[in-house]
């Protein structure tokens, strides 16, 4: 039988490779390598969605885990969190859009999106390990 919750372990994990992979992402265009990015950025867009399907998978089966503390990290948990499940649903159409541009060779308009969505899906992909750290470590 499949224990559903270490589902959330393997979306952490996730999480940092995708993490991981924007960063290899962004330095390789910095450097001007666009093979490279590119590689590193659709293989970036693959883990958030292999996380995704883990994701759902867990909270059908697992459901809401409540946070068991009742400090001041609450307030730090919440401040975390909230942002992230925004952002994290806010940012979809914009890598379908920024990833659109950058397969037609639309570079403009890439850019024009990537230059802060690339931050917000960091903030999504570090925040996420956060939020598994402090809901299942600490």
């Given at each position: 039988?499949?224990?559903?919750g ?24 910095r ?44 307030t ?6 909230i ?8 940012m ?8 659109s ?11 024009r ?26």
């Amino acid at each position: 039988m499949m224990d559903w919750g270490k589902l959330s372990t393997l979306n952490a994990f996730l999480n940092a490779v995708s993490a991981i992979l924007l960063l290899g992402g962004f330095i390789n265009i910095r450097q001007g390598n666009k093979s490279r990015h590119k590689r590193f950025m659709l293989t970036a867009l693959t883990v958030s969605a292999l996380f995704f399907v883990s994701y759902a998978i867990y909270h059908t089966r697992i459901g809401s885990v409540p946070y068991p503390y009742h400090d001041w990290t609450r307030t730090l948990y919440f401040s975390i969190l909230i942002p992230h499940v925004i952002l994290a649903a806010a940012m979809v159409p914009f890598i379908i859009a920024a990833v659109s541009f950058a397969l037609r060779e639309k570079f403009e308009a890439h850019v024009r999106i990537v230059k802060y969505l690339w931050w917000i899906w960091m903030y999504v992909s570090v925040s996420g390990i956060a939020v598994y750290l402090m809901l299942y470590v600490l």
